[in-house]
Nanobody, 121 residues
């Protein structure tokens, strides 16, 4: 079994910072792209940022310059540093990873359990 376990999140004031981590565990042969998504109440889940195994990054326009995604391949972990947080960043944040369980398998997508971020004074 493959699991993605997130940590971080919580309540923060506008302008504050938070850092997430998401660790993959289980039967893993290789991980390709890892990313963070978020879903605000009444809205669709959207991409926040993702990072390839070669460390190429991609960000939503709304978070560019404020959020930084990174990964530690040895630890099978992806991070999201969020600075200058705004009330509109309030959402449930999910990590996602494309994982191959053996050399013969295809890549499948796995999701973390989600963690709430609330930006409010």
């Amino acid at each position: 079994q493959v699991q993605l376990v997130e940590s971080g999140g919580g309540l923060v004031q506008p302008g504050g910072s938070l850092k997430f981590s998401c660790a993959a565990s289980g039967s893993i042969f290789r991980i390709s792209t890892m990313g963070w998504y978020r879903q605000a109440p009444g809205k669709q889940r959207e991409l926040v940022a993702d990072i390839t195994s070669e460390d190429n990054t991609n960000y939503a326009d709304s978070v560019k310059g404020r959020f930084t995604i990174s990964r530690d391949n040895a630890k099978k972990t992806v991070y999201l540093q969020m600075n200058s947080l705004k009330p509109e960043d309030t959402a449930v944040y999910y990590c996602k990873a494309r994982i191959k369980k053996s050399w013969r398998d295809r890549y499948d997508e796995y999701w973390g359990q989600g963690t709430q971020v609330t930006v409010s004074s």
